[in-house]
Each structure stands twice: as C-alpha cells, then as structure tokens.
C-alpha cells in the first residue's frame, strides 16, 4: 500500500481504482461515507480525483484494510488526526521574551528622556 502516485493534477476513477487496488464501487461508496472525500465531477458526472484525494483514498483503504477500523472507526481516527494536526505550535521562549521586554522598556525611557518636560 505504499504506492507511487504520479504527478497528475487529474485522475478518473478508473486510474484511481488501478493505483490504489480499490474497485470503483467502493470508491464511490466512501465518498459517501468520507465527508472530506469529494472528488471534482465534469457535466456529465464523470469523476476527477485530485492527488490529494488519491492520498486521502490511501490513508483510508489503510485503516480500513491494515488497521482494521470499521467505517465509523476510521472516520473517528480521520477525525481525531485533523484535530492534532490543525494546533499551532508557537514555541515560546520566556527568556528571549523577558529580554527583548527589558529593551523596549529601556528603549522607551531613553525616548523619554529626550523629550521636553511640559
């Protein structure tokens, strides 16, 4: 399940079944269970999957397949790795803020002192 997936801006179906070793009927069936699973569709239907969601087809065939969640376990899974993705690490450094903190207040007296006392 480690497959290479060409650098394509589009995939039919057909290209995404053969990729992945998934049929085209179970394709269709997750993308009604997967809300994030919504491959773009032409005028006449036709499916057309981006490389993201060959990646996203991926990553469920092996929770599904690999890891043996069910359906709603594995959307419980997607949706618990969404959450720890989307936190922002910033990093802070006390020490560097404390210190950078003591030049802007002695930047300001310095200021300060250099203007007129009314």
Sequence with gaps: MNQKIPDKLFFKIGE??????????VLRYWEDEFEALQPKKNKSGQRFYEKKDV??????????????Y???GAKQKMRESKKKNSQL???FDRELFLEQKRDIISDLESILELL???
Excluded at 16 to 25: I, N, P, R, S
Excluded at 58 to 63: A, F, T
């Design 16 to 25: 995404v079944a053969k990729l992945t070793g998934v049929e085209q009927h």
């Design 55 to 68: 990646e996203l087809i991926i990553k469920i065939q092996r929770l599904l397949y690999l890891e043996r």
């Design 70 to 72: 069910t359906i709603a």
């Design 89 to 91: 690490s910033l990093g």
């Design 116 to 118: 007129p006392e009314d």
